[in-house]
């Protein structure tokens, strides 16, 4: 997960907790206001990345109250509002269309010399792993065996099967409880 990915969670839930927009209060605006308050925060770092200075008053697409419009210095940091205001739209959306809210959690991953070699299954990661065919993510499942080192199933597409083998993995996350791999499946 990239860095920019991550600023845009914690931007969504700096909403929900310091401004008070949370899920319910954000199914209260059913008429774009989300979307609208986005393009303004996308258009200010547009603004920005052109060398100009943004104007006092938000743009006339803004739907709230002038003084709720609170574009930073930084258009990197306007980027990250509106990607957040996106998410919440999106969200609402998806509520509103009866989804049942899902709760995803994020894998941390860490570097391999960190790994408690003998404390069950892993989620491995190597850009050698990469296989645009068959593994694109270069994320295997894989433990670590004594003699050998580290194993994770690779797929050995001419035998178009799953193969046990020694890798060399650079990070590894624990294998969250009821996670299904391609293996598995």
């Known amino acids: 997960m990239t860095r920019a990915l991550l600023d845009v969670f914690s931007e969504r839930q700096r909403q929900i907790d310091a401004e008070g927009w949370t899920p319910a209060h954000d199914d209260t605006h059913t008429d774009g206001d989300l979307a609208a308050a986005a393009s303004t925060y996308a258009w200010g770092a547009c ?37 957040a205001l996106i998410l919440a739209e999106i969200e609402r959306l998806d ?14 991953w860490r570097p391999i010399e960190e790994a408690e070699k003998y404390d069950g299954e892993y989620l491995l990661y190597s850009s050698d792993l990469v296989d645009l065919d068959f593994n694109p993510s270069g994320v295997v499942e894989g433990h670590w065996q004594d003699g050998m080192g580290w ?35």
């Open 151 to 185: 194993v994770g199933a690779v797929w050995w597409g001419s035998q178009d099967c799953w193969q046990e083998k020694v890798i060399n993995p650079t990070h590894f996350t624990h294998k969250p409880a009821g996670v299904v791999t391609a293996q598995e499946a």
């Open 95 to 108: 509520r509103a269309r009866g989804a049942k809210p899902s709760i995803v959690r994020l894998l941390e």
């Open 47 to 83: 603004v920005q990345v052109t060398g100009h200075a943004l104007p006092e008053t938000p743009p006339a697409v803004w739907p709230f109250e002038n003084a709720w419009w609170k574009p930073a210095d930084e258009p990197r940091r306007n980027l990250v509002k509106a990607a």
